[in-house]
C-alpha cells in the first residue's frame, strides 16, 4: 500500500508559477512509476508528468513540455511538479499517482494503483 498527499495547490494569475508536492508514504521502495495527472469540470482525468522513480526518463503531455518539470527525491518520498507560465487552461484538480509497474510510465493512461486527494490549481486570465 501506498499513502498519496499533495499539497501546493492554489490561484495565480496567467504566466504566474506554482510547485506542487506529494508526500509518499508506505511501500514507497518498490515503486516503479509515479506521476501527475489533472482532471477539469466535465472533462477526462489526463496525463500531465510521468518519472520512472529508479531512473529511465519521464514524459510530459504535450501542452505542458518546456513549462513543466517533474522531479523527485532520492527516497522515493517526494515528487514535485513545478508549473511555469502557467495559463487558464491549465485549471484543474491535479492529482498525484504511483504504481508498482514501469509499464504505467509508458502507457500514461490513468490506471495507477495508488492516488492522492488531489489539490486544486486555478489560473485565471
Known amino acids: 500500500q501506498v499513502q498519496l498527499v499533495e499539497s501546493g495547490g492554489g490561484s495565480v494569475q496567467a504566466g504566474g508559477s506554482l510547485r506542487l508536492s506529494c508526500a509518499a508514504s508506505g511501500y514507497t521502495s518498490t515503486v516503479e512509476c509515479m506521476g501527475w495527472f489533472r482532471q477539469a ?3 477526462e482525468r489526463e496525463g500531465v508528468a510521468r518519472v520512472y522513480t529508479g531512473g529511465g526518463g519521464t514524459y510530459y503531455t ?7 518539470t517533474i522531479s523527485q527525491d532520492n527516497a522515493k518520498t517526494m515528487l514535485y511538479l513545478q508549473m511555469n507560465s502557467l495559463k487558464p487552461e491549465d485549471t484543474a484538480m491535479y492529482y498525484c499517482a504511483a504504481d ?13 494503483g495508488y492516488w492522492g ?8 486570465s
Open 62 to 68: 504535450d501542452s505542458v513540455k518546456g513549462r513543466f
Open 41 to 43: 469540470p466535465g472533462k
Open 100 to 112: 508498482y509497474s514501469r509499464w504505467r510510465c509508458a502507457s500514461g493512461e490513468p490506471t495507477f
Open 117 to 124: 486527494q488531489g489539490t486544486q490549481v486555478t489560473v485565471s
